[in-house]
């Protein structure tokens, strides 16, 4: 999860918001599995035009893995960090909009909680909060953090599926490759600050390092 400043939102978004989300708002009531829908503008969706400026945000990386580039592993999808039919108000808050990959979109589903970070959060940075085990590729809590600190860590890795095992394999593969930089055409951009976790000869973690 790299770290990224919020722009503003595409006009489009905000002209069609209000109407759309009144509309979905009225629905969600009506029936709990009410359909979503993009409004449209001249006949299109606004999808491709959410989902475009989301990436210029990220550098067209995935907001919650770091992933790149997306379609290699998936497609290029938009989440609802408050889920839409919990929070039907915010279905079309660009606040609440995140480009990701479809992987960390099937972890998180609709489960969310006050714990979890938010990459745009202008307080969240990677090392505060994470470190990274150079040996496996796995992610973790960094021990120095506070407890409640490693608290949101641990349970932002849990819900965004930050621990399955491609994403261990990939991110161990670029620690190894020395591609981990902040260089927008490579994954994994926060591996260039991340602390990390290496093992002495009988395999004890020796402790962290950069």
Not at 102 to 129: G, H, I, V
Not at 167 to 172: D, F, G, H, I, Q
């Amino acid at each position: 999860m790299n770290p990224f400043t919020r722009g503003p939102a595409p006009a489009e978004l905000v002209a069609l918001a209000p109407g759309a989300t009144a509309s979905f708002v009225k629905r969600c009531a009506e029936e709990s599995s009410a359909s979503f829908f993009w409004p449209k503008t001249n006949g299109q969706s606004i999808l491709p035009i959410v989902r475009t400026a989301l990436a210029e945000l990220t550098t067209d990386h995935c907001s919650y893995c770091d992933s790149w580039p997306i379609d290699t592993t998936g497609e290029r999808e938009v989440d609802h960090f408050r889920p839409k039919r919990r929070f039907p108000c915010e279905a079309y808050d660009w606040r609440s909009l995140y480009l990701v990959c479809t992987a960390c979109n099937k972890a998180k589903l609709d489960e969310w909680n006050q714990q979890l970070l938010q990459p745009d959060d202008p307080s969240y940075s990677f090392e505060r909060y994470f470190m990274v085990d150079s040996l496996t590729g796995e992610l973790k809590p960094n021990p120095a953090a506070s407890t409640d600190d490693r608290t949101r860590a641990t349970e932002t890795i849990r819900v965004l599926g930050l621990q399955r095992g491609g994403l261990t394999v990939t991110r161990r593969r670029a620690i190894a490759s020395s591609s981990a930089t902040d260089d927008p055409q490579r994954a994994f951009r926060f591996l260039s600050i991340a602390p990390r976790v290496t093992r002495a000869p009988d395999g004890r973690e020796h402790g962290l390092s950069r």
